[in-house]
């Protein structure tokens, strides 16, 4: 068994930062990939933010620049850092985890969601 509980959304205003993290507990082999997905009223659910394991990340055109990904692999945990935020911005944030043995058994692990909201 596998949970993942994310933390550190909030209401801020446009321009501030927040960083949001994830930590994975229960049952670990390995972590294939680690990332953050967003979806806001009316909009497609997005792929934010991406790293592989071995440290190759990527990131959706929208939040380059300002968004950077990164890990504690020793605590199984990935984190957000979101600086300039933007009103656009405001979604539900969702921590995604593929954990499996090998390759051929990964599972997809989602965290509970995360409330981001940036005023103008």
């Known amino acids: ?5 994310e933390s550190g959304g909030g209401l801020v205003q446009a321009g501030e930062s927040l960083r949001l993290s ?5 049952s ?3 972590i294939n990939f680690m990332g953050w997905d967003r979806q806001a009223p009316g909009k497609e659910r997005e ?12 990131y959706a055109n ?16 990935v984190f957000l850092q979101m600086n300039s935020l933007k009103p656009e911005d405001t979604a539900v944030y969702y921590c995604n985890m593929k954990i499996g043995p090998n390759w051929l058994m990964l599972r997809d692990y989602w965290g509970q969601g995360t409330q981001v909201t940036v005023s103008s």
């Not at 994830?22 to 229960?26: D, I, L, R």
């Not at 792929?47 to 990527?58: D, E, F, K, M, R």
């Open 1 to 5: 068994q596998v949970q993942l509980v």
């Open 22 to 26: 994830c930590a994975a507990s229960g």
């Open 47 to 58: 792929l934010v933010a991406g790293i592989s394991s071995g440290g190759s990340s990527n």
């Open 62 to 77: 929208s939040v380059k620049g300002r968004f950077t990904i990164s890990r504690d692999t020793a605590k199984n945990t």
């Open 28 to 30: 670990i082999s390995s």
